[in-house]
């Protein structure tokens, strides 16, 4: 065995070698791992983690496992006895079943192994290393898993040994990888915290403050939500949060008014204190109700939250201005001591933000006014010209003198923060700039390898190029006493000499808010070490050379007003003509067309175009004017050009084109186009401010015309629900007289049906007495063969033998007649079905015949055209529990529409053979419902109106022959009353079919 420890030395040797190397966690327990697998010859080494939580589950995140075997990576465990692990350490299970037996293993954990495999099992506890705690109580981190899966195991001292070796070096490894990446998050802390302070430090704008602080914190934290709340004590401890940075997957929490009741009584007092509250779970941190109801609502699981504290004379406890919240919303989260201690340096920094907040305007102010005194009488003079040159010149001479120094130059910065200098005042002796950097280029010097960082380096500094003269607008001035004791560069060093100088002091210049260039003192001579009151003295006056530069652009902007008033003047009544034209008309393109014309004349442009935007934001051109060399651009999307680098005219970039939006009240309906294609312009206000009146004004027609549109369209619309509403009138009075027709007929139906029951009842008396009576006239006739000439007389005059042979067939048309006539009573009756409301059991072949005869008259020949043959083919149906007198209605609807068809496809073919075919059988996969199908080979019904057919007052009749209600209420009769179906089959020029599924509900 002193081979195989030999051996895991080795190998133990070679995984901690590889621990500088990387710092890959994975990487070094893999090769852990695999070596101790190699050593022991088993089938599998496992490593076993535990959620920070010793009940939860625990999860393999490491193994090396022979090829037969199953890997666990990955798998989650849930085992009650891991917490045995801490108390009874190492445990060598040499069989699985046997020890169950032996009740060493629980049924549970020896259920797990089974799972996994496990014939024989060595595992020996991970603890995790930690110098804060006691050496007592070591924190389980996880567990080291040797399993043998083939075959039970006996484990040997020297392999236990070897795999608590293996444990305690994990737990090196472990500890010391915790360490790498707490101090490489410290390293990051740090990084966060210069540039969190640095941007406190730098401007006084909060809200950028906070922006910048909640981003940077989020991204270290790894946090869901980091925000800044702040309080409003006038309303008891409401606030609301004022700036975030929150993943995209959780709400934002921005302007949330949040009050807490209880906060004030129970927490204000705390934070006031400086208390920082760390909940790693909120809802098992035994917090108030609404504490956890104002949590939820931000759907957080784990807060971390700081005070923010504004320290104040006044108050003995700082002022508590608000809180810094991280959230965690995924899940909890265990805070660590050095996020909370990171978070507090964050606060800390708020405050001193907050102090400064006022502090620094009061300290301005007071300085203003020393300054104002000591600076009066060089002001005076700069303020007498207004000519740049002049005073720059008295500026350099009167600070030469008033300081009493070598030189004084003030320098400017062109657009790329190169330069020159513009003026000074220079004592005898000595070289003067002005006139050397004319003939010598290295006097204005290329410093760009020397990188100054505490001073901006003149001219075609590149450090000073690429943050755009940001270093130096951080201080009003520096200064240096002695240029050979500062530290600089040789290449430095060699610039200053150009200069002469040995010490100088620099200060800004600023025109408006924007960095001009710089005041310079230089004492050539010799060292100088200058006074705070000498530097505030050039800040000063460097001031006043910016408010100087403004006014002389005051006053050239000034003389250059002057000169473009009038043409502006011009221009505004030339406008005043161009937007009377655009009123004068209401045609959309009338008005685009005079617009881009008088406008591209008034601003003596190339071309002048209108763009529409669409939905989508797409869009096109959809009027322009150009100049003859030009084509148009109508139909073609917008391009915009990049604006020039280069800046000049008071400020402004050159640029090809201009642009404004045009509003439809207060949608953006497209842009007003101006373009100098040959070349940039640099567009003044005023022309913009042109184009802006007539994109108004095209507005206002765009809204003019659209009221038109509307007013046309209501007025069609109007026009439309008038005649739709008649159309409908008229629809419900036919719907009125049909439903009074209905009872109509059924009164004559029951009236005419007395008397005609008595007459066709009486008919077989009356012709059985007309034959007794003809009988009788037979004998007279036989037996009497001479009658009186009376009788022979008579007998001639009624032509008796013809009474004789017609009384007979007289009787029998009586006798079809009345039953002709009960027959259409009873269909009449059948079809009505006034007297049946409530839903009967009924034959509907009875109600399709009695349809069928009301309707007779409609299928005869007419004229050239053939009579309408009816084909049916009834099957055998039950009775059929329903409405009849609607049922019937829904046939006659049908029927009649199929009627009007047929007769209209009989007036265009001439050899035309109209068929009604009736279809009645019980549905075959559903012996519950009746089938009726009623079909016709007349015109058919169009794709576009199939769909439509069902819908109330539809019709593809003419006006005045179709109501569009038939086959409406025939759908609302059949699907909603009768819980049935109702459908059509039909094809252009080949007819229709109508199939009607109607429950038997028996």
């Known amino acids: 065995m002193s081979e195989q420890n030999t051996e895991y030395q080795k190998v133990l040797g070679e995984a901690i070698a590889w621990i500088p190397r990387s710092l890959d966690q994975e990487t070094i327990f893999k090769t852990q791992l695999t070596g101790l697998r190699k050593l022991l010859k088993a089938d599998r080494v496992a490593l076993l983690r535990f959620s920070p939580q010793l009940d939860g589950p625990g999860e393999f995140v490491y193994e090396d496992v022979a090829d037969d075997w199953n890997s666990l990576l990955n798998l989650k465990v849930q085992n009650n006895s891991f917490s045995n692990y801490q108390k009874e350490g190492i445990q060598a299970v040499t069989d699985v079943d046997a020890t169950i037996d032996a009740t060493q293993l629980s049924e549970s954990h020896a259920k797990i192994l089974r799972e996994f495999q496990v014939k024989a099992n060595l595992v020996v506890p991970v603890f995790k290393q930690d110098e804060a705690r006691s050496a007592t109580v070591p924190e389980l981190w996880g567990l080291l898993c040797i399993h043998q899966c083939s075959i039970s195991r006996q484990w040997q001292d020297v392999e236990i040994e070897i795999a608590q070796k293996t444990a305690q070096n994990l737990a090196v490894i472990i500890r010391n990888t915790q360490l790498l990446e707490i101090a490489h998050y410290q390293v990051e802390q740090q990084k966060t915290l210069a540039k969190v302070i640095k941007k406190i430090r730098t401007p006084l704008d909060l809200e950028e403050i906070f922006q910048v602080t909640v981003t940077e ?121 050095y996020e909370i201690e990171f978070a507090q340096q964050i606060a800390d920094h708020f405050g001193v933000a907050l102090r400064q907040e006022n502090a620094f305007k009061q300290v301005v102010m007071e300085k203003s006014a020393e300054r104002q005194k000591t600076l009066a009488g060089i002001v005076d003079k700069i303020r007498r010209s207004l000519d740049i040159e002049t005073i720059f010149q008295t500026t350099t001479q009167q600070v030469q003198q008033l300081l009493n120094v070598d030189r004084v130059a003030i320098f400017r910065f062109h657009a790329d923060w190169s330069g020159e200098f513009m003026a000074e005042s220079v004592a005898e002796d000595w070289v003067k700039l002005i006139q050397e950097q004319k003939e010598n280029p290295k006097i204005p010097a290329n410093v760009s390898l020397c990188s100054v960082r505490d001073l901006p380096n003149y001219l075609n500094d590149t450090y000073l190029q690429q943050n755009k003269g ?205 373009y100098q294609n040959s070349s940039p312009r640099y567009w003044q206000d005023e022309e913009i401010n042109l184009l802006a009146q007539v994109g108004v004004q095209l507005g206002i027609a765009l809204q003019q015309a659209e009221l038109l549109e509307k007013t046309r369209t209501q007025a069609e619309e109007l026009k439309k629900t008038l005649q739709d509403l008649k159309e409908t009138q008229i629809q419900m009075i036919q719907g009125e007289k049909m439903a009074g027709l209905g009872q109509l007929v059924a009164g004559i139906a029951h009236e005419i049906n007395n008397p005609v029951n008595f007459i066709y009842g009486n008919l077989n008396y009356v012709e059985e007495y007309a034959q007794n009576l003809l009988d009788l006239m037979k004998l007279y006739s036989k037996h009497y063969v001479d009658p009186i000439p009376e009788i022979q007389n008579f007998v001639e005059d009624i032509d008796l033998e013809f009474v004789m042979q017609d009384l007979p067939k007289t009787m029998d048309a009586l006798k079809l007649g009345s039953e002709r006539i009960r027959q259409l009573v009873f269909s009449l009756r059948t079809f009505s079905r006034l007297d049946e409301s409530e839903m009967k059991a009924v034959d509907l072949h009875q109600g399709i015949d009695s349809t069928l005869l009301i309707l007779q008259h409609r299928f005869k020949a007419r004229h050239k055209h053939s009579l309408i043959e009816v084909v049916k083919n009834y099957g055998n149906l039950p009775l059929v529990k329903c409405h009849a007198a609607q049922i019937n209605q829904v046939f006659m609807n049908i029927l009649s529409n199929a009627i009007d068809t047929l007769e209209e496809k009989r007036i265009i073919e001439e050899d035309f053979s109209p068929t009604v075919k009736i279809t009645t059988a019980i549905k075959k996969d559903n012996p519950g419902s009746v089938l009726i199908t009623i079909a016709d080979n007349g015109l058919g019904i169009t794709p576009e109106a199939k769909d439509k057919i069902f819908n109330l007052f539809f019709t593809t009749k003419d006006i005045g022959k179709g109501t569009g209600l038939g086959l409406a209420i025939s759908y609302e009769i059949i699907v909603q009353k009768h819980g049935g179906q109702i459908s059509c089959n039909s094809e252009a020029n080949q007819g229709s079919e109508f199939i009607l599924e109607i429950p038997i509900q028996s």
């Open 470 to 674: 940001e270093n130096f607008a951080q201080k009003v001035y520096c200064s240096c006493n002695d240029i050979y004791k500062a530290n600089f560069s040789d290449c430095y060093i060699k610039v200053l000499e150009s200069y002469q100088a040995r010490a100088y002091a620099i200060v800004a210049i600023y025109q408006a808010e924007k960095l001009w260039g710089l005041l310079a003192a230089y004492q050539n001579s010799a060292p100088r070490k200058w006074e705070i009151g000498e530097v505030e003295l050039l800040a000063q006056i460097g001031g006043q050379l910016g408010v100087a530069l403004q006014q002389a652009e005051y006053f050239k902007q000034v003389q250059v007003q002057a000169a473009e008033l009038e043409k502006a003047t011009e221009r505004q009544k030339a406008l005043s003509i161009t937007i009377d034209k655009i009123r004068q008309s209401l045609d959309l393109n009338t008005i685009f067309q005079t617009t881009t014309q008088e406008v591209r004349q008034l601003l003596e442009v190339e071309r002048v175009g209108i763009y529409r935007f669409y939905e989508d934001w797409s869009g096109e051109f959809v009027a322009d004017s150009m100049i003859d060399a030009l084509t148009s651009i109508v139909n073609t999307p917008l391009e915009i050009s990049p604006v020039l680098a280069t800046q000049s005219n008071a400020g402004k970039l050159p640029r090809n084109e201009t642009f404004v939006p045009i509003l439809q009240g207060e949608k953006l309906w497209g842009l007003l186009v101006a």
């Open 217 to 337: 914190v989020r991204q270290l934290f790894k946090a869901d939500r980091v925000a800044v709340f702040r309080f409003d004590r006038e309303k008891d401890w409401e606030g609301e949060f004022v700036s975030e940075d929150v993943v995209d997957e959780w709400d934002s929490a921005l302007a949330a008014k949040v009050y807490d009741y209880c906060f004030g009584a129970q927490f204000a007092i705390h934070y006031q204190e400086g208390r920082v509250q760390a909940i790693a779970d909120i809802y098992g941190a035994e917090l108030s109700d609404c504490h956890i109801e104002i949590l939820g609502r931000f759907q957080v699981k784990a807060n971390l939250v700081v005070p923010l504290r504004k320290v104040t004379e006044k108050e003995e406890l700082p002022e508590l201005w608000g809180l810094l919240c991280i959230h965690q919303c995924s899940n909890p989260r265990n805070w660590q001591d």
